[in-house]
Nanobody, 118 residues
Framework: QVQLVESGGGLVQAVGSLRLSCAASGRTFIWYRMGWFRQTPGKEREVVAA????????YYADSVKGRFTITRDNAKNTVALQMNSLKPEDTAIYYC???????????WGQGTQVTVSS
């Protein structure tokens, strides 16, 4: 089974920065996508950023475009989310997810809390 472990969450002030990391382990022939999602109470989980594992193509939610950057290390099976110019509305539990089928994100990390104070 694929295992995902996030790290790097914490408490920061507005306009500050955090870097989240996700370490993936497990046997798989190919990684299609890895992404970062976030969830707050009363809201459904939303995609924040995603990266195509082979091409490096990226996707960003409009709310974070220009502030967040997703990167991957193919050799190490890790993905990072650099979060700059943080806003209080970025406060959420952030989850790392992996798509190893080309169809859906089937593997999820345990989540890491990001709290941005004003």
């Amino acid at each position: 089974q694929v295992q995902l472990v996030e790290s790097g969450g914490g408490l920061v002030q507005a306009v500050g920065s955090l870097r989240l990391s996700c370490a993936a382990s497990g046997r798989t022939f190919i990684w299609y996508r890895m992404g970062w999602f976030r969830q707050t109470p009363g809201k459904e989980r939303e995609v924040v950023a995603a990266i195509n594992w082979s091409t490096g193509g990226t996707y960003y939610a409009d709310s974070v475009k220009g502030r967040f950057t997703i990167t991957r290390d193919n050799a190490k099976n890790t993905v990072a989310l650099q979060m700059n110019s943080l806003k209080p509305e970025d406060t959420a539990i952030y989850y790392c997810a992996a798509d190893v089928s080309g169809w859906k994100y089937a593997y999820w990390g345990q989540g890491t809390q990001v709290t941005v104070s004003s």
